[in-house]
């Protein structure tokens, strides 16, 4: 069993940087695929980025790359999203979501088991 609680959001103006948080309970935190992924009002939750256990892979959504970085720090049991570069359309709530080693894209929302409650992004033209 994994919990997991995001942290970090906030109002930011176009162009500024959050850097995200998501703490996880539970001793195999290491073992975890554990990705980011963000809603936004009125549409479909989305892939954002996602980093392996293992090797440390990280992948990205395209609409993100370059200004978003995935990183994990198994010693702490946390995850992290370095934003920078905001834009309006990066608004949405992001949660944190992990799941064990899988052959399925890491981008597919319904092979994560375990999710947070969520993180307001809020960016300001």
């Known amino acids: 069993q994994v919990q997991l609680v995001e942290s970090g959001g906030g109002l930011v103006q176009a162009g500024g940087s959050l850097r995200l948080s998501c703490a996880a309970s539970?001793?195999?935190?290491?073992?975890?695929?554990m990705g980011w992924f963000r809603q936004a009002g009125g549409k479909e939750r989305e892939f954002v980025a996602a980093i392996t256990w293992s090797s440390g892979s990280t992948y990205y959504a395209d609409s993100v790359k370059g200004r978003l970085t995935i990183s994990r720090d198994n010693a702490k049991n946390t995850l992290y999203l370095q934003m920078i570069s905001l834009r309006p359309g990066d608004t949405a709530v992001y949660c944190c979501?992990?799941?064990?080693?899988?052959?399925?894209?890491?981008?597919?929302?319904?092979?994560?088991?375990?999710w947070g409650q969520g993180t307001q992004v809020t960016v300001s033209s």
């Open positions: 979501a992990a799941r064990l080693p899988s052959g399925l894209w890491v981008g597919r929302t319904a092979s994560y088991d375990y």
């Open positions: 539970g001793r195999t935190f290491s073992s975890y695929t």
